[in-house]
T-cell receptor, first 113, second 115 residues
């Protein structure tokens, strides 16, 4: 079983809609959860991180974590064409070496005008 | 100034050659990484150094040899390049203190193509 799984997409939503990106992880000892955005040909950039169960909001982005279900999601409200990118979910595990991130394969999001 | 800089950005080379990718960070971080991203966008850690000491060494062929001359630099040398080594190699860095992962900064990537 893969450490971190994401729907590869592509996910396509109209401008102004809510985009919902999902991620599941296999290790119940996972501690920290991250969403990176990667534009084509660019490096990953961190957009959200969450440690505790529940929701965390930052502008148009909301990360949701449910450790019992081993599930983390990212909601993007009022999606814009500039949000079109690949979104990578990453986790760290309890006891793992410093900064070791396990990445999913990413979900490609397209926001059409 | 770029926080994490890698050179070269693009590299096309023949099978069997030896090549190096250099990375430097000016963020004052003490931990640096090499990640590999394959053609399907899967990003996987290869190595990590903390204060010049190797702390992560994933299952990577020994043709890959990282070297950290100081905390701000982490280079990657690849011997006897193979077609399967074609990928994007990302350098990254973080500070060892603080919540894990939330300050990992990636370089712009080095696109390696082996022909």
């Amino acid at each position: 079983q893969k450490e971190v799984e994401q729907n590869s997409g592509p996910l396509s939503v109209p401008e102004g809609a809510i985009a919902s990106l999902n991620c599941t992880y296999s290790d119940r000892g996972s501690q920290s959860f991250f969403w990176y955005r990667q534009y084509s040909g660019k490096s990953p950039e961190l957009i959200m991180f969450i440690y505790s169960n529940g929701d965390k909001e930052d502008g148009r982005f909301t990360a949701q974590l449910n450790k019992a279900s081993q599930y983390v999601s990212l909601l993007i409200r009022d999606s814009q064409p500039s949000d079109s990118a690949t979104y990578l979910c990453a986790v760290t595990r309890r006891g793992s070496t410093l900064g070791r991130l396990y990445f999913g394969r990413g979900t490609q999001l397209t926001v059409w005008p | 100034d770029t926080a994490v800089s890698q050179t070269p950005k693009y590299l096309v080379t023949q099978m069997g050659n030896d090549k190096s990718i250099k990375c430097e960070q000016n963020l004052g971080h003490d931990t640096m990484y090499w990640y590999k991203q394959d053609s399907k966008k899967f990003l996987k850690i290869m190595f990590s150094y903390n204060n010049k000491e190797l702390i992560i060494n994933e299952t990577v062929p020994n043709r890959f040899s990282p070297k950290s001359p100081d905390k701000a630099h982490l280079n990657l040398h690849i011997n006897s390049l193979e077609l399967g080594d074609s990928a994007v190699y990302f350098c990254a860095s973080t500070a060892s203190r603080g919540p894990p992962g939330n300050t990992i900064y990636f370089g712009e990537g080095s696109w390696l193509t082996v022909v």
